[in-house]
């Protein structure tokens, strides 16, 4: 069964990078044709799709945030990172790793952006 | 862009009754669309992917249709793990856009 986890800090300062890193485990990243994405819900507010990347290195971004998002992949750990930079309190979400179209999600983790 | 307008935004519905959620799309997306479930704390759950086909689990009450611009999602009969708030999403271009999101609340 195809499971993913997301880690990083739950707290960051404005103008700083989010970092967070997502973990799959059942199943290759680099085995399947499938990409992987990063997903983000501010509090009490809707989905919103960050971005997403293949396991040769292909990514594409959300428009809105492409000048500050970096998603990686470290395929020796089974693993996809993401960077968000110049961070601001708007940032402040719970943050989701999925699968492909999203059929497989991560069960989140909340980042806060507060001095 | 595409925009996907999901509709109504909330509504108050009892058990049995039949509940429909429509989204509709900027522009024509054929069938690239997924229905999706969210309870409270907990990651969405995908009910209904490429428009109508339902996902491998999820109980039959749930369907949906439409292609193009115009989607549906029904829920044949409300039961009491139903109640939750529910988002489509559009994948015809990369990264996908969701709707608004429905709240389905007890009457």
């Known amino acids: 069964q195809l499971q993913l986890q997301e880690s990083g800090p739950g707290l960051v300062k404005p103008s700083e990078t989010l970092s967070l890193t997502c973990t799959v485990s059942?199943?290759?990243?680099?085995?399947?044709?499938?990409?992987w994405g990063w997903i983000r819900q501010p509090p009490g507010k809707g989905l919103e799709w960050i971005g997403s990347i293949y396991y040769s290195g292909s990514t594409y971004y959300n428009p809105s945030l492409k000048s500050r998002v970096t998603i990686s992949v470290d395929t020796s750990k089974n693993q996809f990172s993401l960077k968000l930079s110049s961070v601001t309190a708007a940032d402040t979400a719970v943050y989701y790793c999925a699968r492909g179209i999203l059929d497989y999600w991560g069960q989140g983790t909340l980042v806060t952006v507060s001095s | 862009d595409i925009q996907m307008t999901q509709s109504p935004s909330s509504l108050s519905a009892s058990v049995g009754d039949r509940v429909t959620i429509t989204c509709r799309a900027s522009?024509?997306?054929?069938?690239?669309l997924g229905w999706y479930q969210q309870k409270p704390g907990k990651a969405p759950k995908r009910l209904i992917y490429?428009?109508?086909s339902l996902q491998s689990g999820v109980p039959s009450r749930f369907s949906g249709s439409g292609s193009g611009t115009e989607f549906t999602l029904t829920i044949s009969s409300l039961q009491p793990e139903d109640f939750a708030t529910y988002y489509c999403?559009?994948?015809?271009?990369?990264?996908?856009?969701f709707g608004g999101g429905t709240k389905v609340e007890i009457k």
């Open positions: 490429a428009a109508s």
């Open positions: 059942g199943g290759s990243i680099s085995s399947s044709s499938y990409y």
């Open positions: 522009q024509g997306i054929r069938n690239d």
């Open positions: 999403l559009q994948h015809n271009s990369y990264p996908g856009t």
